[in-house]
């Protein structure tokens, strides 16, 4: 079945403590991409990448890490998290950005 | 910068009647332009997509969407609504030569008995 997982679903932290969102997608898909979702704020691209080793920052970049090291994965990092940074983030990943998105289930992170 | 104003955070509709859910955006160059729906609890899936020809494009679950380069307009309607399209609908658009892909802030639509 043609997807995106995202992992963790769920995940409530404290502030500072490093961690690691994965995104994997089967699609053999160029594009990926990380959306943040706030209520009110509708979503916002954190950063995008076009191919492996090609990541480029979107509009809401600051605090957030990624890395495209293999095409189907691509994880989101957070090395020192605040709570502002306490949101719904969803991977997505299509041919390019032209194409239809996929996007991963979503996950729920809140920090402390 | 490049933005997406969708005009309604808000749209209550009595089911079986005609919805419009407004999207304006902010370039003139060369666009491609997106229609996502949001349900409860669940992730984003495809409505509809412009990226050229015909300026009036239909999609899935009898949505419909046209586009207007010189009012920069990509308006999502729907003759007859159900009860199953309660959800959050955001419009999107990626202008080149950025590959950047930007949100509305998106209108939850609210359908009444």
Known sequence: EAQVTQNPRYLITVTGKKLTVTCSQ???????????????????QIYYSMNVEVTD????????????????????ILESPSPNQTSLYFCASSFGRADTQYFGPGTRLTVL | AQSVTQLDSQVPVFEEAPV???????????VYLFWYVQYPNQGLQLLL??????????????????????????????????????AEYFCAVSVTPDDKIIFGKGTRLHILP
């Open chain 1, 57 to 76: 920052k979107g509009d809401v970049p600051e605090g957030y890490k990624v890395s495209r090291k293999e095409k189907r994965n691509f994880p989101l």
């Open chain 2, 49 to 86: 997509k412009y990226l050229s020809g015909s300026t009036l494009v239909k999609g899935i679950n009898g949505f419909e969407a046209e586009f207007n380069k010189s009012q920069t307009s990509f308006h999502l309607r729907k003759p007859s609504v159900h009860i199953s399209d309660t």
């Open chain 2, 20 to 30: 419009e859910l407004r999207c304006n955006y902010s370039s003139s160059v060369s």
């Open chain 1, 26 to 44: 089967n699609m053999n898909h160029e594009y990926m991409s990380w959306y943040r979702q706030d209520p009110g704020l509708g979503l916002r």
